[in-house]
């Protein structure tokens, strides 16, 4: 049993995207309505995704990341709670930490692809 949750678990982190549409599919079919989908999907694979970011810098650079990952994180929130604070002049913390989430989700798929392409751009071409 551990080994189908291990497998499971490293089958997300190396391929986020085809359990992004998956999920989003899933998602669809049980809310009936696709932006309630579409901000599902995102809120449930956004920690897969920055994990998937770090395991992909690990294999790339031979080096964890992960610290830098994690104040990169925090100086997102504050931006969020910073942009948050000039629009509203308060700071609704459940609003924000929504805000922040989803970007984080966009940033970090924007990564996985970029850092998809480059490891193979550099392991075809240069090795």
Request: proline share 3%; glycine share 4%; charged share 15%.
């Amino acid at each position: 049993m551990s080994d189908l949750i291990v497998y499971t678990v490293a089958f997300l982190v190396t391929l986020p995207l085809p359990f992004l549409v998956i999920f989003y599919l899933c998602a669809r079919k049980w809310s009936k309505h696709k932006l309630k989908a579409l901000h599902r999907t995102a809120n449930y694979t956004a920690p897969i995704f920055i994990m998937s970011v770090h395991v992909l810098l690990v294999v790339l650079f031979d080096r964890s990341f992960l610290p830098f990952i994690i104040v990169f994180l925090l100086i997102l929130l504050g931006m969020s709670m910073v942009a948050q604070y000039r629009i509203n002049e308060e700071v609704r913390l459940f609003r924000a930490l929504k805000g922040f989430w989803r970007v984080s989700f966009l940033l970090f798929i924007l990564f996985y692809m970029g850092l998809s392409t480059f490891g193979l751009v550099t392991r075809v071409f240069f090795s």
